[in-house]
């Protein structure tokens, strides 16, 4: 059974960091693509960074210069780190997992809400 669990989401001042973990399971760990997403009310989820299995990574330019996506191979763990918030940042995180062979593999977290104000 496939398991992607989210933590470290809160509510935090503008200006604050948070950092967020994605724990998985009942995945090899490192032959998958991981992504956060976010969605925040009312808008459609949207990617906010990626690390292929080379950890070639990519972000979103509004979060460019202020979050960092990293991996631990070895603990199955998908991280975010967060500085310099803003309340547009405010929404729930998801955790994606992705592979393409030999078949397509699509796997989401629960979400946690991440909540900045003003």
């Known amino acids: 059974q496939v398991r992607l669990v989210e933590s470290g989401g809160g509510l935090v001042q503008a200006g604050g960091s948070l950092s967020l973990s994605c724990a998985a399971s009942?995945?090899?760990?490192?032959?998958?693509?991981m992504g956060w997403y976010r969605q925040a009310p009312g808008k459609q989820r949207e990617l906010v960074a990626s690390s292929t299995t080379w950890d070639i990574t990519n972000y979103a330019d509004s979060v460019k210069g202020r979050f960092t996506i990293s991996k631990d191979n070895a603990k199955n763990t998908l991280y975010l780190q967060m500085n310099s918030l803003k309340p547009e940042d405010t929404g729930v995180y998801y955790c994606?997992?992705?592979?393409?062979?030999?078949?397509?593999?699509?796997?989401w977290g629960q979400g946690t809400q991440v909540t900045v104000s003003s």
């Open positions: 994606n997992a992705k592979r393409a062979w030999p078949r397509k593999y699509d796997y």
């Open positions: 009942g995945i090899t760990f490192s032959t998958y693509a």
